[in-house]
């Protein structure tokens, strides 16, 4: 719903008046989160799994939210190395892994969009362009808890309709003693072979008679790790005739005149990937009063990760095409082509510095009423505009063979010489590139027969920033069956900032300067290199050999004098042209700025969004007995608005006219950068209720109603307009965002049963339904853009369907408010310590959960079309066997993700396969201090599978291997 702008400032200035001023009252402190029901110190000592799952059961059981928690074993130890793998063991949660290691959680079915993620009740900014958080940002050490609330109440700020996850850090006057923790593990890679070290010291102390804490925490990690792959390009194909499939296919039939789509491109991957990640924390607390606690802190992270990857690919046009075999659903599934062995090295970075400061007072302003202030700023920056390049080289025309019919994993790709007959051989009665005799199989590529094809250097950074205001206040009321009303407000402001920098490209860009010159290159460039361990988890007739390069040294040969030269003979140019072509003759340079390679900024690719949000909310708790049954009733509202700002650059087309020797390619100009700014704003009424009866102390039963939202992405509020380079005829297509979106808002209902039947044992099933509406998904619409005079539009001939005069029309991919959607779940969990057994079976527990979701919008096989479809929505299942005596700690632990859908490929959906994964640990305590450690994580070398509508639409393979830790942990 749109508000009027007035409103907004209003209501901001009563938060951030009402905010100010009881933190002037409270002795100008401020506050921690309010979504902490302590207002007190305690002390707490939780070790070992057994302790840790017991506390998190007795926070499930005591809540009055739909909550599900994680404990850490001991100070300084989460359950895993890593946050995201130890959440995916809660009901509902499951993971997206980066390089092998969790990344971003998907909560009943919801995507890492959907869920807020918190950091001590605090947004912490991220290096992402959407909302989604990146788990592998912060170290598990520093996490000393996490709380998954999978309902919305009025208290948590908005913007999880999945969940809202928040992160607690360790905080000295909660240790409550002097204590030092220092571990280092050895981290070894099954695929890449290396061992990479990784260290944690935490320092904790609390002074005078333990009113002032003060804590400092550092943790460095390290990985060298590699992943094989294949990736599927899109897939493409015209109509054909009866003619032609007599031509294309090996029968002569194939499934008669219509159309057949075939991989456009087909990539075996290597990348070896290094993560350098530094965290540090710092925490002081001061209980000045004996109702008045002040909290300072602090927390850093700087990661960086250098990805190189070798891709050896095909790129397929069916144009050459012959012996061409088609399944049932007309997709090419085998055939011969002519075309070149490519060979690409891409290198993809990621500098990451995230910062955040807070301060937080948390006062009892008398027996019954009390109040909490927080302040906190965050900032985000990945600093890889222009840093990275994707750089291909080519080696000699081959047949090439692309066959997905001998029951693999995936397609096999074979090269092999051959030569044009000057015979009619295939009876077409042409004599064409059709007509080929097949010789040997190129198994090796030949340095001394390879060439420049593409290169370009680029990449994106981002800035964020995150401004944060809250007071909330608790006030004990005890008036017959209303025990408490909780009320407060909130204000943030975020600005997220993308930049873009590459080479420049399309027109008179360097990046295809070299498409139709192919400048032979030295040999000594190249190195030829082994992959003999190349995706052994899967079965595939991967590659065995790849060139090597350097594409540095590749580019340097490039820009010289001898390759310039070179490329001005092959293409019949007055000598010293490509020199001033590319910007490298200092007396004629570039309109653009662009020097060779080097990237440059593009203003239409950047975009700012800023966002503000004003929020206020109240609850109130009763609490009474019905046939001597104990109920708790929360009633709430949260009123939420927010206004946004998208700032972003347009280069309009100036012209668009034909490549004199590709005809389906068009080129262009553009006119000088033209700034666009827009805003919008909505509001939005988020009621909540939750009902909690305790049937006996052993079972609860709950029920909860309430509203959510989840804001879109701010990089789908961009308004640009973004197309490739290079226009083709055939794929007349540009991406866009959509500054209008309102944001995703969903109604949702919760209902379980949990029974408690033992210490450290439960069993629980719950039912949820999320009915979400203004559901934001990407549509494909036809638009119209107009050029100005001397546009040069008149020039195209070979297909003028999408010119109109001075107007082309592309079909433009942008994200809108569509139709609503339902989400059904169940969730089932069981956890059991067998303490009544005899011997060391009473060691043992077991945890385990399944959940099951469905919608009523999937994806249908038989309709393309822009339906909605929750990308991450899927079934899951975790088991969790342990062993915990005091001395040995183990576990083996088994997760399973089913089928679910990933997202879109053009307008083709892609889904992931079904991927289990079994992760182990065996630890030794000796004596209270010390520990000695094995960790293995993904023992089975599982692997990720992706397909699309039919299995014959391979879709992709990645293989992060296996990995196992050595480490020690002492305690002081």
């Given at each position: 719903m749109k508000t009027n702008t007035r409103h907004?400032?209003?209501?901001?200035?009563?938060?951030?008046?009402?905010?100010?001023?009881?933190?002037?009252?409270?002795?100008?402190?401020?506050?921690?989160?309010?979504?902490?029901?302590?207002?007190?110190?305690?002390?707490?000592?939780?070790?070992?799994i057994r302790a840790s799952l017991s506390q998190s059961l007795n926070k499930k059981k005591n809540s009055d939210e739909v909550l599900d928690s994680i404990v850490a074993e001991d100070i300084g130890k989460f359950p895993d190395t890593n946050v995201a793998e130890?959440?995916?063991?809660?009901?509902?949660?499951?993971?997206?892994?980066?390089?092998?290691?969790?990344?971003?959680?998907?909560?009943?079915?919801?995507?890492?969009?959907?869920?807020?993620?918190l950091v001590g009740g605090r947004r912490l900014a991220t290096d992402t362009a959407g909302r989604n958080f990146r788990f592998d940002l912060l170290g598990a050490e520093l996490i000393g808890g996490a709380d998954v609330y999978k309902t919305a109440p009025s208290h948590l700020q908005a913007g999880g309709i999945g969940s809202t996850i928040d992160l607690q850090l360790q905080r000295p006057l909660s240790i409550g003693e002097q204590k030092t923790v220092l571990s280092t593990r050895a981290v070894y890679e099954d695929n890449s072979g290396d061992v990479a070290p990784q260290f944690f010291g935490l320092f904790s102390d609390t002074f005078n008679d333990d009113t002032i804490g003060a804590l400092v925490s550092l943790s460095y990690q390290k990985r060298k790790s590699a992943q094989d792959a294949v990736f599927s390009g899109p897939f493409v194909g015209p109509e054909i005739d009866q003619d032609q499939a007599s031509v294309l296919f090996a029968d002569g039939v194939g499934n008669g005149s219509g159309r057949y789509l075939h991989q456009q491109q087909l990539r075996f991957a290597r990348q070896d990937?290094?993560?350098?990640?530094?965290?540090?924390?710092?925490?002081?607390?001061?209980?000045?009063?004996?109702?008045?606690?002040?909290?300072?802190?602090?927390?850093?992270?700087?990661?960086?990760?250098?990805?190189?990857?070798?891709?050896?690919?095909?790129?397929?046009?069916?144009?050459?095409?012959?012996?061409?075999?088609?399944?049932?659903?007309?997709?090419?599934?085998?055939?011969?082509?002519?075309?070149?062995?490519?060979?690409?090295?891409?290198?993809?970075?990621?500098?990451?510095?995230?910062?955040?400061?807070?301060?937080?007072?948390?006062?009892?302003?008398?027996?019954?009423?009390?109040?909490?202030?927080?302040?906190?700023?965050?900032?985000?920056?990945?600093?890889s505009a222009g840093d990275d390049f994707f750089f291909v080289v080519a080696g000699p025309q081959a047949v090439q063979r692309f066959d997905y019919t001998q029951g693999g994993d995936a397609p096999i790709f074979q090269n092999f010489e051959f030569e044009l007959a000057t015979t009619d051989l295939n009876g077409d009665g042409e004599i064409n590139s059709l007509d080929r005799v097949v010789g040997n199989e190129i198994v090796a590529p030949d340095p001394n027969d390879t060439f420049s094809w593409f290169g370009t250097r680029e990449g994106q950074g981002s800035t964020d920033e995150v401004?944060?205001?809250?007071?909330?206040?608790?006030?004990?009321?005890?008036?017959?069956?209303?025990?408490?009303?909780?009320?407060?407000?909130?204000?943030?402001d975020q600005e997220k900032t993308r930049s873009d920098a590459r080479t420049p490209g399309g027109g008179n860009g360097i990046n295809n300067a070299y498409l139709q010159a192919q400048i032979p290159l030295p040999a000594e460039l190249f190195s030829l290199q082994n992959n003999s361990n190349f995706l052994d988890a899967i079965n595939a007739n991967a590659p065995s050999q790849y060139l090597a390069y350097d594409p540095e040294k590749v580019i340097a040969y490039?820009?010289?004098?001898?390759?310039?030269?070179?490329?001005?003979?092959?293409?019949?140019?007055?000598?010293?042209?490509?020199?001033?072509?590319?910007?490298?003759?200092?007396?004629?340079?570039?309109?653009?700025?662009?020097?060779?390679?080097?990237?440059?900024?593009?203003?239409?690719?950047?975009?700012?969004?800023?966002?503000?949000?004003?929020?206020?909310?109240?609850?109130?708790?009763?609490?009474?007995e019905v046939a001597d049954m104990g109920l708790t009733v929360n009633l709430g509202f949260r009123y939420t608005q927010t206004e946004t700002t998208s700032e972003a650059f347009s280069e309009p087309f100036a012209t668009i006219f034909p490549d004199p020797t590709r005809p389906d390619v068009l080129l262009s100009t553009r006119l000088p950068a033209q700034f666009i700014e827009q805003t919008e704003d909505y509001n939005e009424f988020l009621p909540s209720i939750t009902a909690k009866l305790n049937v006996t102390d052993e079972v609860v039963v709950r029920a909860s109603y309430s509203k959510s939202l989840t804001r879109p992405n701010l990089a789908d509020l961009n308004p640009g307009i973004n197309t490739a380079p290079e226009l083709r005829l055939s794929d007349l297509t540009a991406t866009s965002g959509n500054p209008d979106l309102n944001p995703f808002v969903s109604d949702n209902i919760d209902l379980s049963v949990e029974y408690y039947f033992a210490d450290a044992s439960a069993i629980s099933a719950g039912f949820f339904r999320k009915d979400v509406s203004a559901f934001i998904a990407q549509q494909e619409m036809r638009e119209g853009l107009t050029l100005p005079a001397g546009n040069r539009l008149d020039e195209v001939t070979e297909d003028r369907s999408n010119i109109e005069g001075d107007t082309i029309f592309l079909n433009i991919n942008r994200p809108r408010n569509l139709n609503s959607t339902v989400v059904d779940g169940v969730e089932i969990s069981f956890q059991h310590v067998f303490d009544t057994l005899p011997g060391l079976l009473q060691y043992v527990g077991v945890s385990a959960n399944l959940t099951y979701v469905n919608s009523d919008d999937e994806v249908n096989n038989d309709l393309i079309d822009a339906a909605v479809a929750l990308p991450g929505l899927g079934d899951s299942q975790n088991f969790v066997v342990y062993y915990d005596d005091g001395t040995i700690e183990a576990r083996l632990a088994y997760n399973n993700r089913d089928r679910f859908f990933d997202g879109r490929q053009g307008a083709e959906p892609i889904f992931t396969e079904r991927f289990d994964q079994i992760d182990a640990r065996i630890a030794w305590n000796i004596g209270e201090n010390y520990q000695v450690f094995v960790e293995g994580t993904n023992l089975t070398n599982s692997f990720v599978k992706r397909a699309g509508r039919f299995e014959s639409r391979f879709g992709g393979i990645e293989d992060p291997g296996a990995r196992y830790v050595l480490g020690a942990r002492a305690t002081f």
């Open positions: 907004i400032g209003l209501l901001k200035n009563t938060a951030i008046a009402l905010a100010v001023a009881q933190s002037l009252a409270g002795g100008s402190a401020f506050a921690q989160s309010a979504s902490s029901d302590e207002n007190s110190v305690e002390v707490i000592e939780v070790k070992g130890s959440l995916q063991r809660i009901p509902g949660v499951s993971i997206d892994r980066a390089g092998g290691e969790g990344a971003q959680v998907t909560v009943r079915g919801f995507g890492p969009s959907f869920n807020s993620v990937q290094q993560r350098d990640r530094i965290g540090l924390t710092g925490v002081f607390q001061y209980q000045f009063a004996d109702n008045a606690l002040l909290t300072v802190d602090g927390l850093f992270s700087d990661f960086d990760i250098t990805n190189q990857t070798t891709h050896i690919f095909m790129f397929n046009e069916r144009a050459t095409y012959n012996n061409a075999v088609t399944d049932e659903n007309n997709i090419l599934v085998a055939w011969d082509q002519i075309g070149r062995p490519f060979q690409a090295a891409v290198e993809d970075n990621r500098a990451s510095q995230v910062w955040q400061v807070g301060a937080n007072l948390d006062w009892d302003i008398s027996d019954n009423f009390s109040a909490v202030f927080d302040v906190s700023y965050s900032e985000a920056e990945d600093d401004f944060e205001l809250r007071s909330d206040f608790e006030w004990y009321v005890d008036a017959g069956v209303l025990e408490n009303i909780t009320f407060g407000a909130y204000y943030a490039l820009e010289s004098d001898e390759a310039l030269t070179q490329r001005d003979l092959l293409n019949n140019l007055p000598l010293g042209t490509s020199a001033t072509r590319l910007g490298l003759d200092p007396a004629n340079p570039r309109a653009d700025g662009g020097v060779g390679f080097n990237a440059i900024d593009v203003p239409r690719n950047a975009f700012i969004i800023g966002e503000e949000t004003i929020a206020v909310y109240a609850n109130a708790k009763l609490t009474g």
